[in-house]
């Protein structure tokens, strides 16, 4: 539940110490926080890590926070410098690991991949489960059997608009179900 207390009185708290007034910040600018860090790094796992590290920062520097006016774009301006001294500390990081010879190995970008994939896929077959039958019929046919539209429009005796008109809404409910995740689709 948001707080009807304005911004300038929740980073006051803030300065004083009240957690709670951290929390309210959380839960309001979290969401619009963790959106503008996926659009700029396009990887769910670095995004996690620079959302933690910035709410950490601003909870280490609130006795230093002076926000006289918009809270919301000072709070993204320092996410966007935040964001940007991230990928640059990581860059740094890469390069040392190339010169000393201690990069990763594909086996082990690999075997990461497989990892995520594994549980990505674990959590679409889940979200289906849930689908209405019809729904959950159109995703099979279309995914795990590899029909083509005008295949699975035959196969249920509907017509192709259907099909896609339904295939539109599976992908909208996986991909609002799956951001709840945090997860990128």
Known sequence: MQSDKSDIDIIKGMREGK?????DLYTRYSNLI???ILVRVNSSFDADDIFQDFFIQVWEKRE?????????NYLLVWLRNHILNSIKKEQIRDRYHEMSGEGK?????????????????????????KFPPRLRSVYMLSREQHLSVKEIADKLSVS???VK??????????????SRENFCL
Do not use: G
């Not at 957690?19 to 929390?23: E, G, I, L, N, P």
């Not at 008109?165 to 799956?178: A, F, G």
């Open 160 to 162: 192709e608009q259907t």
């Open 64 to 72: 230093s926070l002076e926000i006289t006016s918009s809270v919301k």
């Open 19 to 23: 957690v709670s007034a951290f929390r």
């Open 165 to 178: 008109n339904q295939l539109t809404d599976i992908l909208k409910r996986l991909r609002k179900e799956i």
């Open 105 to 129: 190995s594909e086996a082990d970008d690999y075997t990461w991949v497989e990892i995520v994939a594994a549980d990505l896929d674990d959590k679409i077959k889940h979200i289906v489960r």
């Open 34 to 36: 963790y959106r503008n």
